[in-house]
């Protein structure tokens, strides 16, 4: 991105639904550059009035459940309805290039040559548990956009899934229907954010196996989920046969009506901004004590003495927060990332 970028075009070709625009908007907003904060921040400002009227699911599931092939049947179903649906796949980001690695566009072929369709990979880079740092505001660009249905697709049920949850509607979890583990290797706490279950490849020899998981699942549910109100739904499905993908989505919406009745939806989105409000603070101090030189070698030092020995962890916390504070009036604190 080294030519001049053009903000207004850029706003304008986003709400034209360009799709070539919407993913340079995008690429801007997930650069870690400190001159393209203000211009990513420029088109946060001008796009979000315009976002917030789309379906948001978030996608998780065990590994080899079929995530990106259930959304391209799911995806390609929806467009057939008149929806205008967005995906973002967030990948385990490469330790040597820093790109992203798992590839999810290919393995969605059909949902790709849609022109009602948006796909857009991108790195986790830092983020625990598979949810990049952009991705809340890639979302405000794919609705702006005017894309009605917005998918992120995680890494998969790992370490820090919860923060999907914060930005989206209703958070699905795929299933494989394995005989004695109903819970496959899931931790309670992620059971604990499911809205809705779907066990997977319940097709032909599955299908009855599937079945008896779902059961067992339904069962599992009843004592991890904290929600007294609703019991979370366990369905059986099959993407690559194209069975049972209209039954989960109805509980999708389902759900979403449930929130609506419970909270009211621009309640539930509010609480979600203030969690952004946090998560954009939290970014920008550790931009500030990573990009700034005399933090940086400070907090080297630090390291270096705590790992020593020579001093204590507590001192040396304390000494980076007395100097991080000297050195906030010298910062732009606007950075809207």
Not at 95 to 122: H, K, N, Q, W, Y
Not at 236 to 245: F, I, P, Q, W, Y
Request: hydrophobic fraction near 40%; charge should be negative; proline fraction near 3%.
């Amino acid at each position: 991105m080294s030519r001049k970028i053009d903000v207004p075009s850029l706003i304008d070709g986003v709400k034209g639904g360009d799709r070539a625009a919407l993913a340079r908007a995008i690429t801007l907003v997930e650069s870690r550059k400190p001159a393209h904060r203000p211009l990513a921040r420029e088109l946060l400002r001008e796009l979000t009035p315009l976002s917030g009227n789309s379906i948001r699911l978030g996608l998780s599931g065990v590994p080899g459940a079929g995530k990106s092939t259930f959304i391209d049947a799911l995806g390609c179903d929806l467009i057939e309805q008149g929806h205008r649906v967005a995906v973002l796949a967030v990948d385990p980001t490469s330790s040597v290039s820093g790109g992203s690695v798992l590839g999810d566009r290919t393995r969605m072929g059909r949902l790709a040559e849609s022109e009602a369709a948006f796909i857009r990979p991108s790195p986790t880079g830092l983020q625990l548990g598979g949810v990049a740092r952009a991705t809340r505001e890639g979302m405000v660009l794919v609705e702006a956009a005017g894309y009605d249905i917005v998918i992120v697709e995680t890494v998969g049920v790992g370490q820090s899934e919860v923060a999907v949850q914060g930005m989206v509607d209703t958070y699905l979890i795929l299933m494989l229907a394995r005989s004695g583990d109903q819970l496959q290797g899931i931790k309670k706490g992620i059971l604990e954010l499911a809205q809705v279950i779907a066990v997977n490849k319940a097709d032909g020899d599955n299908a009855g196996e599937a079945r008896v998981t779902a059961r067992e699942l339904s069962i599992a549910m009843k004592l991890v989920s904290s929600d007294t109100e609703r019991r979370v739904p366990v369905l059986t499905c099959s993407a690559l046969k194209e069975m049972g993908l209209e039954e989960v989505w109805q509980a999708v919406l389902d759900h979403r009506k449930y929130l609506e009745q419970k909270y009211g939806l621009a309640n539930y989105r509010a609480a979600q901004q203030v969690g952004w409000m946090w998560s954009l603070t939290e970014a920008a101090v550790l931009d500030t004590l990573h990009e700034t030189h005399d933090l940086r070698e400070l907090a080297r030092d630090m390291e270096a003495q705590v790992r020593s020995g020579s001093l204590n962890a507590l001192d040396a916390s304390a000494e980076l927060l007395r100097q991080f504070a000297a050195k906030v009036p010298e910062q732009d604190w606007a950075h809207g990332r």
